[in-house]
């Protein structure tokens, strides 16, 4: 597992639009900053997302992980064993995600032309969402989540489809993904390039060698993966600067699709790592 440095900076809890509970993080760098969204995987707030908004801190950002299960009323602490499943709403996840920006726009820390948002495994799809619904996004992060199997099928809790998703968005997207991952296989990783060139929007994507699903969590050791987890958060905080520093040309279209994956790729062998 990786050593945690000590910095100085720690999260600590804030609410915000109606009753949202969020972590928080501020960096240590004066006046108005960027900030990232940084969104938690199904177990809820954990001490990975609470990790990783210190990260975001640490990087020069104002890191916010805002509570998507705070209208579940049931058994929290099997959600975060991974017990229990709590299903998100389009409608509510982006009720939650407009109350997040607005909390940070009124930050007098945060300049507010500069916010971007993480999604990690079942928030995948959620920046996506909120990028398509609002334009002063400046980007977005896909971090292996979002476009397994079913999630691009339509159903009563997300109405639009990721492929209808993605002609809405407006900012540059970054996704991450492994090749061993048993919920999203090469070929979603591929059909959502697809649906990127489609729509001619600006991407960045990115499989990793042998690398399987939830690969940046340090406090799982069977799925972590220190090398590709260090390259991915270079990546991550490179992109974001990119797009916060106005990196990237408006007026033109950019495409990156990098995959390093098996002539022996068989996405049925994939398993789950703990």
């Known amino acids: 597992m990786a050593?945690?440095?000590?910095?100085?900076?720690?999260?600590?809890?804030?609410r915000f639009g109606k009753g949202i509970s969020a972590v928080?993080?501020?960096?240590?760098?004066?006046?108005?900053?960027p900030a990232v969204i940084?969104?938690?995987?199904?177990?809820?707030?954990d001490q990975h997302t609470k990790d990783l908004t210190v990260r975001l801190a640490q990087a020069g950002f104002v890191g916010l992980a805002p509570d998507l299960f705070h209208r579940f009323t049931g058994d929290k602490k099997a959600v975060l064993s991974g017990q229990q499943r709590?299903?998100?709403?389009?409608?509510?996840?982006?009720?939650?995600?407009?109350?997040?920006?607005?909390?940070?726009?009124?930050?007098a820390n945060v300049d507010g032309a500069r916010i971007g948002i993480?999604?990690?495994?079942?928030?995948?799809?959620?920046?996506?969402?909120?990028?398509?619904?609002?334009?002063?996004?400046?980007?977005?992060?896909?971090?292996?989540?979002g476009i397994g199997g079913k999630e691009w099928l339509a159903n009563e809790l997300r109405p639009t489809p990721v492929e209808?998703?993605?002609?809405?968005?407006?900012?540059?997207?970054?996704?991450?993904?492994?090749?061993?991952?048993?919920i999203i296989s090469v070929d979603d990783v591929v059909r959502l390039r697809n649906s990127f060139e489609k729509a001619k929007?600006?991407?960045h994507i990115r499989i990793y060698r042998d690398a399987p699903h939830g690969w940046l969590n340090d406090t799982m050791p069977g799925r972590y993966r220190k090398e590709p987890a260090k390259d991915a958060w270079s990546l991550m905080m490179s992109f974001l600067k990119k797009?916060?520093?106005?990196?990237?040309?408006?007026?033109?279209?950019?495409?990156?699709?990098?995959?390093?994956?098996?002539?022996?790729?068989d996405f049925s062998k994939n398993v789950r790592m703990e």
């Open 86 to 107: 709590v299903d998100l709403t389009d409608d509510g996840a982006l009720e939650d995600l407009n109350a997040a920006v607005e909390y940070l726009k009124r930050s």
């Open 3 to 14: 050593r945690k440095k000590t910095t100085g900076i720690s999260a600590t809890m804030v």
């Open 201 to 203: 929007k600006s991407y």
């Open 38 to 45: 940084i969104l938690h995987e199904r177990y809820g707030i």
């Open 118 to 145: 993480i999604g990690v495994c079942q928030t995948g799809r959620q920046p996506l969402l909120l990028a398509a619904n609002r334009h002063d996004i400046a980007g977005v992060v896909v971090l292996y989540g």
């Open 164 to 182: 209808d998703l993605v002609p809405q968005v407006n900012c540059p997207v970054l996704g991450v993904f492994g090749e061993a991952d048993h």
């Open 243 to 265: 797009c916060f520093g106005g990196g990237w040309d408006t007026s033109r279209i950019f495409s990156t699709f990098e995959s390093d994956y098996s002539t022996q790729y």
């Open 24 to 33: 928080r993080a501020l960096p240590k760098a004066k006046g108005k900053r």
